[in-house]
């Protein structure tokens, strides 16, 4: 019961960070201000996340396929965020406009690029813990449940296929200033349902990649057991 509800402290943080991150992503549906409040509790959210997990920092695990790939995600995660902070910053108007870095337009391309990547790599970062949320889902509500849930997740992450090959979705994430068409008829929920579709995508196409990769750990094992 205990580890239920430390895992489940660490999904309700996973859902509040891609809830935040498909918030502030949406153009200009709430004020500037708002926006950085919002932005500076997501920071928030983020040390915590890093204070309740600090004990990982401390723990020595033997190389293989997913440890690498979950390192390599951490560090990808980790620049992003520090972009995202350092050109937010950057482009601040209320809360660090004292703050002086340089070229505001840098930064606003710098700000735009960073974090639709930080919402691929924290959503990829989530996805590699995907395995134990559905083990525990099926031990507590039944397998049938876990099928639901998955089915549901996949259900969503079909919303997000044709927005990741638009043109628009490309252009911000190699950091390219370009124009951003933005409805003002079309709903701001539509919005964050279409920039959280593409983190549920990205975190099952990292969930299959640790699959792929805890395979061939196992293959590895096998191999050298059977020498």
């Avoid at 660090?96 to 735009?112: E, I, K, P, W």
Wanted: net charge positive; charged share 15%; proline share 1%.
């Amino acid at each position: 019961m205990k580890a239920f509800k430390s895992f489940l402290i660490k999904i309700i943080m996973y859902v509040l960070l891609l809830g935040s991150i498909s918030l502030l992503l949406v153009p200009r549906s709430f004020p500037l201000l708002l926006h950085e409040i919002i932005g500076t509790a997501l920071f928030c959210i983020v040390l915590f996340h890093i204070y309740i997990l600090r004990d990982y920092f401390h723990y020595k695990e033997q190389k293989s396929f997913t440890s690498i790939y979950k390192n390599t995600l951490l560090v990808l995660v980790a620049v992003s965020f520090c972009v995202v902070i350092i050109s937010g910053i950057g482009i601040s108007r209320y809360l660090f406009s004292a703050v002086d870095l340089g070229s505001g337009r840098v930064y606003h391309q710098l700000h735009t690029g960073s974090v639709y990547l930080f919402l691929i790599f924290a959503s990829m970062h989530a996805g590699f813990y995907f395995d134990r949320f559905f083990a525990l889902i099926s031990e507590s509500l039944g397998h049938k449940s876990k099928i639901a849930i998955i089915c549901a997740l996949y259900f969503i992450a079909l919303n997000a296929l044709p927005l990741i090959f638009s043109y628009e979705f490309i252009d911000k994430i190699t950091f390219n200033q370009s124009f951003s068409f933005f409805d003002d008829e079309r709903s701001v929920w539509l919005y964050i349902v279409d920039n959280f579709s593409i983190g549920i995508l990205f975190a099952l196409l990292s969930y299959n990649f640790y699959k792929l990769f805890l395979h061939f750990d196992i293959q590895r094992i096998r191999n050298n057991n059977a020498v």
